[in-house]
């Protein structure tokens, strides 16, 4: 069983209709797990106060936030990641923010309290968040604060970032921290948003070692991206030992996705979710905050996510979707078929670089853990 | 950018009577490979780790010895450049004649020094990424007006272009590379199809064509 946060309120972190990350993302996914059968019971999380922002962001950038939030005019915005196409200046973003990053906090404090093990956040993962700069559809890195309230209370956190785009906002907030290992599998750089998480990023000072990336060609296919997974992440959190998991599940290497180039199936979402939850038994004592990340194909998301929710709490992952859910989400779903959690296998045809794309992972893999096997003795 | 932008300022020097067994301890203990030569304070000459190398093996062609002097062995009169040439000019220069590096002269006066390394950081700081960004790779006909309508569609996106680099391919047309200020780059790029331009990446997904 795992704890569920989630509050309706998370809706409010909208930056309108024509905006990739929508809430509706998780609403979409919420409903189809109650039309699965089951009845999600959620704790509400209070928003994040001031002070917890203030663990990890600026206070002049706080500032910048809390005036754009009240419908002020704020001079030169662009230069604190703000008022730009991906992250627009919306009224009421500053409260609609602390309410996901409070979620993701909650999760933390249950975790660091003892009070749960598993928690899931039904939203949050906004990884691209800077100390002093919204960044790619991210105004506060909930993650960060998290993680920071977990580090506070003497325990030592693995970050785990399977979104397509590289978590470059909780490794830089980290970047010289011993108590946060932070492990970001990813589109290489080379091709996708935000363009670092190449394999020389190790961290710096007492954190040399602890960040980990390991890029990505594009059109890699599930099979490759858990090998390489394999090769990497067992021995890395084993090196580091952490006493919390804190995994960003961002649903966008999904082949369906609008904005990225990996070609992960559910199928493969689930294998990666329950290794996961294997290396959490096996290492943190089950201790895991999972929360969710970027996914711009709602077909696609709503489905990775709702079968998330099903194998931390080990609940079986049924084939079929009743039609209604469908019906009512047609408008979402872009006319795809929405029959079965799982996608059609093979869910595309075969890809002609294959080879190239399983090797070329391959060797980037092998080139990581030789730059970090000095640190690891 | 300047050869002034990547030079290196504190340049380490020798005297021309200085021996070939000094230069070299002190391109170890330095871990350098290039030493302007200077007489008097003026500039005479530029030693490098291979004309040391001569005492080293008995295959060298012209071999040398410990004690041998600096003056015999450097290189004069030595290629040098000037602050204010363009990078690529000095990277020309090196080029053309297989050297590792130019001293830096103003006047009479030694300011810096370039080397092959100087350069690579050049490139790196062309092409690397130092703001959060979207890559955007594209074919143009080398025309009058390609680029300039291109920038135009994308600054009416409101979208703000973190550098571009442009490069000849084959004949009549350029690559360009941009790094653009969003997570968007798919929708940007399939507009710019829409527009006409040859989008070589985001590449179409190989099971959507």
Redo the contacts between chains.
């Keep these: 069983m795992a704890e569920l946060i989630y509050t309706p309120a998370y809706g409010s972190y909208d930056f309108g209709p024509e905006h ?1 990350f929508s809430p509706v993302r998780q609403q979409m996914a919420v409903d189809l797990l109650v039309s699965l059968g089951h009845r999600p019971h959620w704790t509400e999380p209070e928003p994040a106060t001031r002070a917890d922002i203030l663990t990890v962001h600026d206070e002049a950038y706080v500032a910048v936030v809390e005036a754009v939030s009240a419908g002020e005019s704020v001079p030169d915005l ?1 230069s604190w990641g703000l008022g ?3 992250t627009p200046a919306v009224p009421g973003i500053d409260p609609a923010v602390r309410a996901l990053v409070g979620g993701t906090l909650a999760g933390a404090r249950l975790l660091s309290e003892g009070r749960a093990t598993r928690v899931l956040q039904f939203g949050g993962g906004l990884h ?1 968040a800077r100390a002093a700069r919204a ?3 991210c105004v506060y890195n909930d993650l960060a604060v998290a993680i920071r309230h977990l580090t506070a209370n003497g325990l030592w956190v693995s970050y785990l970032d399977i979104d397509v ?1 590289h978590g ?1 906002g909780v490794q830089a907030i980290f970047y010289r921290d011993e108590r946060v290992q932070t492990i970001s599998l990813h589109e290489s ?8 998480g190449e394999i020389h990023e190790l961290g710096e000072g007492m954190g040399r070692g602890l960040k980990i990336n390991l890029p990505l060609e ?2 890699t296919p599930g099979e490759s991206y858990l090998e390489v997974f394999e090769q990497v992440v067992p021995p890395a959190l084993q090196a580091f030992r952490p006493q919390v998991l804190v995994v960003q599940a961002g649903a966008d290497a999904h ?1 369906d996705d ?4 990996l ?1 992960l199936t559910t199928q493969d979402y689930e294998r990666l979710f329950r290794r996961i939850l294997e290396l959490a038994d096996a290492l943190t004592g089950g201790r895991v905050l999972f929360t969710l990340g970027g996914g711009y194909s709602l077909h696609a998301a709503s489905r990775v996510w709702a079968i998330l929710y099903l194998v931390v709490n080990d609940l079986p992952v049924p084939e079929t979707i009743p039609p209604a859910w469908a019906e009512k989400w047609a408008a979402h779903l872009g006319g795809k078929p929405a029959a079965t959690l799982h996608d059609p296998s093979p ?3 075969p ?3 294959r080879d190239e794309i399983v090797s070329r992972n391959r060797l980037v893999a092998t080139r990581l853990l030789d730059a970090l096997a000095p640190y690891w003795f | 950018m300047l050869v002034r932008d990547i030079m290196t300022t504190a340049v380490i020097t020798i005297g021309p009577e200085a021996t070939l067994g000094h230069v070299c301890e002190v391109m170890q203990a330095r871990n350098i490979r290039h030493l302007p030569v200077l007489e008097g304070g003026r500039l005479v000459g530029v030693i490098t780790d291979r004309d040391v190398h001569g005492g080293s093996t008995k295959l060298c062609f012209t071999p040398s010895q410990p004690e041998g002097l600096v003056r015999d062995a450097m290189a004069h009169p030595p290629k040098t450049a000037h602050p204010l040439d363009p990078v690529e000019d000095a990277a020309r220069t090196m080029r053309a004649l297989k050297i590792g590096c130019l001293p830096v002269l103003d006047g009479e006066n030694l300011v810096g020094i370039v080397t092959g390394i100087d350069l690579l950081d050049a490139l790196l700081r062309l092409t690397g990424v130092d703001k959060a960004s979207g890559r955007l790779e594209l074919r143009l006909a080398d025309r009058p007006g390609g680029l300039a309508r291109l920038t135009a569609l994308i600054a009416e996106r409101q979208l703000n272009i973190h550098s571009i680099l442009t490069y000849p391919e084959g004949t009549g047309l350029v690559r360009a590379v941009l790094r653009v200020n969003t997570l968007e780059t798919r929708p940007l790029a399939e507009a710019l199809r829409g527009a006409g331009f040859e989008v070589m990446w985001p590449a179409e997904k190989p099971w959507r064509s």
């Design positions: 990739p662009e730009t196409p991906d691209h960044a790619g559809f785009h470059d750089g080379q091709y996708l948003y935000p363009g670092t594009p059109f082949f609008a904005l990225a180039d070609a869910a595309f045809p890809l002609a670089r």
